[in-house]
């Protein structure tokens, strides 16, 4: 695995499926201040995902920016990534962590429940992640957490991130309820400017 940490906090940016620009894109991200990438594909070609997979981590790796894999526990452990993101039908997190090693990065979705972030922080997650806040045009029919949700959260002692519809005109409320990170797919990944999409974000918080 890869041994770039977790940053304390930014733009978490998700990449949004199969698209003929993908490595573009992401270097675009990245040139613009995403701290975290996720790469989140729900195809089946394994072929094509573990090509891109691949050629990410060496992008990521340039900008010295932990790589994330969305859901695949083994994928992730192929190309060498800093880590895995869970969902709630994916891998338990010890089962993660035998895989992918004590220094790997392993983030759990945690939805609307403050007591699924709680066991998650328990079985050694390095964050947990709330969400949607605001209507997602990804995942139009997820639940809707509480931004209070993110104060309520803040003796867990990991990171959390918050997911779900969020763009440059809404994320500050949740950087003032005190999400450590925001992570984005269609506000970054479908807008005209990569580059520009993914500075806005940036700026919300201060550089390290």
């Not at 083994?74 to 997190?93: Q, T």
């Not at 089962?95 to 050694?124: F, K, N, Q, T, W």
């Not at 409320?173 to 797919?185: C, M, N, Q, R, Y």
């Not at 940036?202 to 390290?208: I, N």
């Amino acid at each position: 695995m890869t041994s770039i940490q977790l940053p304390h906090c930014g733009l978490y940016a998700i990449t949004d499926g199969p698209r003929t620009d993908l490595s573009t894109a992401v270097s675009q991200a990245l040139a613009g201040g995403a701290r975290v990438l996720q790469y989140r594909d729900k195809t089946a070609d394994a072929a094509r995902r573990h090509a891109e997979a691949a050629a990410l981590k060496q992008l990521c790796d340039a900008h010295a920016v932990p790589l994330i894999v969305n859901d695949d526990v083994a994928l992730a452990v192929a190309v060498g990534a800093a880590g895995v993101h869970l969902g709630r039908d994916d891998d338990d997190v010890a089962a993660a962590r035998v895989a992918l090693g004590p220094g790997a990065i392993i983030g759990v979705s945690c939805y609307d429940s403050l007591e699924r972030a709680r066991a998650a922080a328990a079985a050694g997650a390095d964050y947990v992640a709330f969400g949607a806040f605001f209507p997602s045009p990804t995942k139009p029919q997820a639940a809707r957490a509480p931004l209070d949700l993110l104060r309520q959260s803040a003796t867990l002692g990991v990171p959390r991130v918050a997911i779900g519809g969020i763009t440059p005109d809404n994320a500050s409320s949740l950087v003032e309820a005190g999400a450590d990170f925001l992570a984005v797919i269609s506000a970054v990944f479908a807008a005209p400017d990569v580059r520009s999409a993914t500075q806005r974000f940036a700026r919300l918080y201060p550089a390290d």
